[in-house]
């Protein structure tokens, strides 16, 4: 029996990464620092970790054919990620993320998708089918920063194949109602999850609003990521907000992508949904101690480590 893994289907980016102290005025110019080039993408970074956590992944997206393209696959090789679904569009970009990192650690991102959305309603099928083709038990991870047809039929496939999908509704304004309500874990960030529910999760109870509102928008779970990290868990049978352990935070560039890959991992394991965002909440938090996406996740031992200090308050 092929062993089940993670499918993450979503951006590949080149991240162009600097640290500033705010934007220039409009019209004006201003000095950066640390300046990165460094893989990213949500899916690229989702599988990454996936895969440094030590489980199958499989990512599915597309790139340009430009030189960029080597380096960028080449961390993801590194840890041995399945990149046979990873195309190159002829004549196309790859994707680019302008990311500013500003002194508050809140990163800005100015996204050029390019290739990320050089597919079109045609591919869907394709993508479809490689999820289908997942073995039994396999988790599928979804963002929206492809193209929307693509994203809206993988989490359709997997949904109908009865994999389990997380839905990354990133960006919130591009993802349709049917994804909502076909994904088994929905995880918006708190201005994502202002977008798609009005409320903004500033803190535990307005989490858990936003929460009970998205599964009143068809949601079977909705998992709200607060801005200072921890999140609210409401599903069929459960209601909890998991606290964060607090951290000296610098970048929040990749932490996201941190908490959907954990999650997807702690459930690949069979760890139940809380014991789940507990670990993703962790590896979140551990993520904005350090500058970057991908070169800030944190290993095995450390993740579990941290996760003994994140609680669970119903
Ligand atoms: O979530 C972080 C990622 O979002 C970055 O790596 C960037 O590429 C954007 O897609």
């Known amino acids: 029996m092929p062993e089940p893994r993670i499918l993450s289907i979503g951006s590949i980016n080149l991240d162009v ?58 961390l993801l090789r590194g840890v041995d990620a399945d990149l046979s679904e990873v195309l190159a569009t002829p004549g196309c970009l790859t994707g680019v993320a302008l990311i500013m990192t500003p002194p508050d650690g809140k990163k800005l991102i100015l996204l050029a998708p390019n290739a990320n959305r050089a597919w079109e309603a045609e591919d869907a099928p394709r993508v479809a089918a490689t999820v289908r083709r997942a073995p039994a038990g396999s988790i599928v991870v979804v963002d929206f920063e492809i193209t929307v047809d693509v994203a809206a039929a993988a989490v359709e496939a997997a949904h109908v194949a009865g994999l389990r999908v997380i839905v990354d ?23 994502e999850a202002r977008q798609l529910t009005g409320i903004t999760a500033r803190d535990a109870d307005n989490a858990l609003a936003a929460a009970r509102a998205l599964r009143d928008r068809g949601v079977r779970t909705a998992i709200v990521k607060r801005s200072g990290g921890g999140c609210a868990v409401v599903g069929p049978d459960v209601t909890a907000s998991i606290e964060p352990e607090p951290v000296k935070a610098i970048d929040t560039n990749g ?60």
């Open 255 to 314: 932490a996201g992508d941190a908490f959907a890959a954990t999650l997807a991992v702690a459930l690949l394991e069979g760890r139940s949904i809380l014991d789940a965002a507990r670990h993703a909440v962790a590896a979140a938090g551990l993520t904005t101690t350090r500058y970057g996406a991908q070169a800030s996740f944190p290993d095995r031992r450390e993740l579990e480590e941290h996760a003994t200090r994140i609680n669970t308050r119903p």
């Open 17 to 74: 990464q600097v640290r500033a102290p705010g934007w220039p005025e409009r019209g004006g110019a201003g000095l950066a620092s640390d300046c990165r080039l460094a893989g990213g993408g949500k899916a690229a970074n989702v599988a990454y970790l996936a895969r440094r956590l030590g489980v199958p992944a499989q990512l599915i997206g597309g790139v340009g054919d430009d030189p960029m393209v080597g380096r960028l696959l080449e």
């Open 169 to 191: 509704p990133a960006p919130a304004s591009d993802v349709p109602p049917s994804s909502l309500s076909q994904a088994d874990y929905v995880t918006p960030d708190a201005e």
